[in-house]
């Protein structure tokens, strides 16, 4: 099996690259026009969730970088942010595959495969971070 460490910050990296992808979301999904036609608080509502998720990523992203050999070192804090980190991440997988309908807004190929390639990397953390928080090496 490879290294829990590396994958560990492989994820870290990934969370970046999430982050990288997310920044297209208002263009994409057209925000400006779509979130006009609410009312003010709800539109800020919804940019300041936004804004947490993204801090949360971050976060998710540094503590993996900075702290990979301690995550996978198996201790309870470190099973317990990794648990957590993976619980995370499975909720949006499930809310990737059973409550979104990205179909309308998926009308390129690029845009399909940042799609699925996002899938696969939500799947891979909440791997990594499962196998991190659940195994004692």
């Known amino acids: ?19 990288l992808a997310s920044a297209l979301v208002p263009q994409v999904l057209d925000w400006k026009e779509s ?10 509502l919804i940019w300041v969730h936004g804004a947490f998720i ?11 970088l900075l702290f990979a050999t301690e995550l996978a070192s198996g201790t309870p804090l470190a099973r317990g942010v990794c648990l957590f980190i993976s619980l995370f991440w499975a909720i949006r997988v499930f809310v990737q595959f059973f409550i979104f309908d990205a179909k309308p807004f998926l009308k390129t190929p690029l845009l399909k495969l940042g799609y699925h390639g996002l899938t696969l990397v939500f ?3 909440t791997v990594v971070y499962a196998l991190a928080g659940l195994l004692v090496e």
């Open 123 to 125: 799947i891979y953390h």
């Open 1 to 19: 099996m490879m290294n829990l460490e590396l994958l560990i910050l492989i994820g870290g990296l990934l969370h970046f690259g999430i982050l």
């Open 54 to 64: 993204v801090l949360v990523i971050i976060a998710f992203g540094v503590l993996s």
């Open 35 to 44: 979130l006009s036609k609410l009312d003010p608080l709800l539109r800020q």
